[in-house]
Each structure stands twice: as C-alpha cells, then as structure tokens.
C-alpha cells in the first residue's frame, strides 16, 4: 500500500516545490510548497504553469512510476474551453488524431460539454463579446508537452483554459483549487521477467552450462 495525494492544481502554479528563476533575479512563481506540506512527496507528472487540475503526487516510486510513464498509457481528462465553436468536424479530428510537428497524435476520446460548474479563474479568461467560447472533454493516452493545447490549436480552436479533471480512476471531485487530499492505494508489481527461449534460469543445476564435461 502507498499514500497518494490528490490536488487540485491552481492555475499559475509550477508543479515542483522550487521555482529555477529563484537566483536569477526574475519574479518568483508560486510552487508546490505554497499549498503542500508533506514531507517526502513528489510529482508523478506535471502540470503546465498555466493550466489547472489534478495533480498526484506520492513517495511510493512504483507508483508514480505507474503514473508518469509514457508506456504505462494511463488515460487523462481534461476539461476544455476553447476559442469558437467547436464543430462535430474537429472533434472527429481530435478523436481520430491530429499531425503535430512531433507526428500524429493517438485516437483520443472527445465530445462537446456543458459549461462546467467549476470555480471562476484568477486572473479571468480575457472576454471578447463578438468572439464565442465553447467547452470539449478531451480523454488523451498520451503525455506531449503541452499536447491539448497544441491538438485544439490544429483543428482551429484555441484553448483558452485548460484543467485536468481525471487521472486514471482519479478525479477532482471534491476540490476546490489549492486543496488536496490523501488517500491509500495498492503499490503496482512488476511484471514477472521472461526467461529467453534456451536461457538458462540462475540457479539450475541441470544446465548444461553447470553439467560437468566428462
């Protein structure tokens, strides 16, 4: 069993404890450690600066290894608001995957969404009356730097806010921007290693590697 923490990630927050630009003269950002007081946890992922949402974070390297991996394909839900619009047209695009300049993106999950019942942002997302917005649920496999952004940005709708509603069977159900809460959850075990076709096991007295040559 490992501890993992769930927090809701404020827009404007570095997903680290320390901020890079602290000796270089530049304005410090807000970090993890503004809002977390947990000895000896540590992101498993990230979160850009400026989106919102979840965030994991454990001690348990299994398990945030389980988490952060790239092959682990652990799916992730984020609420969208875009620039536009959006039409059926760019959410079959999206699902069926879009060209980035990193190659085509995975098929992903996406579908059009009710404006959520969710905290206003600080500072607010810049209103333009003549220009519409509109909100997508985006269920992607995989971890690109800032990917979503760059996936609405390729079939014309610019994200305007960006927040990570789920990881895995992990929600922000609950949360209020800058609260987190811990809870229990089985350690992942490593899959068993495969023993090659005509290897030997370490060990085996029968080898022919261990018989004696007469």
């Known amino acids: 069993m490992a501890n993992l923490i769930l927090f809701n990630k ?40 400026d989106s919102e949402g979840l965030l994991l974070l454990t001690g348990e390297g299994a398990l945030q290894h389980r988490i952060a991996s790239p092959t682990a394909k652990m799916p992730k839900t984020y609420w969208v608001q875009v620039e536009g619009d959006i039409t059926n047209d760019a959410l079959s695009q999206l699902e069926r995957g879009v060209r980035l300049k990193d190659g085509n ?24 009356e003549s220009v519409p917005t509109s909100w997508l649920e985006l269920t992607i496999t995989e971890g690109r730097n800032r990917q979503v952004r760059r996936m609405t940005a390729a079939v014309g709708f610019p994200t305007l806010r960006l927040i990570r509603y789920r990881i895995g069977d992990w929600s922000l159900d609950g949360l209020l921007p800058g609260q987190h809460r811990g809870i229990t959850v089985h350690v992942p075990t490593a899959p068993p290693r495969r023993i090659r076709p005509g290897r030997r096991k370490p060990g085996n007295p029968h080898s022919s590697r261990s018989r004696k040559q007469p």
């Open 10 to 49: 404020p827009f404007r927050v570095l997903s680290q404890f320390t901020d890079d630009r602290q000796d270089s003269g530049k304005p410090v950002r807000s970090t993890l450690a503004d809002w977390i007081q947990i000895p000896d946890v540590y992101p498993a992922g990230r979160l850009d600066y």
């Open 105 to 128: 993106t995975a098929p992903a999950k996406a579908r059009l969404l009710d404006q959520p019942e969710i905290w206003p942002r600080t500072p607010p997302v810049r209103y333009r």
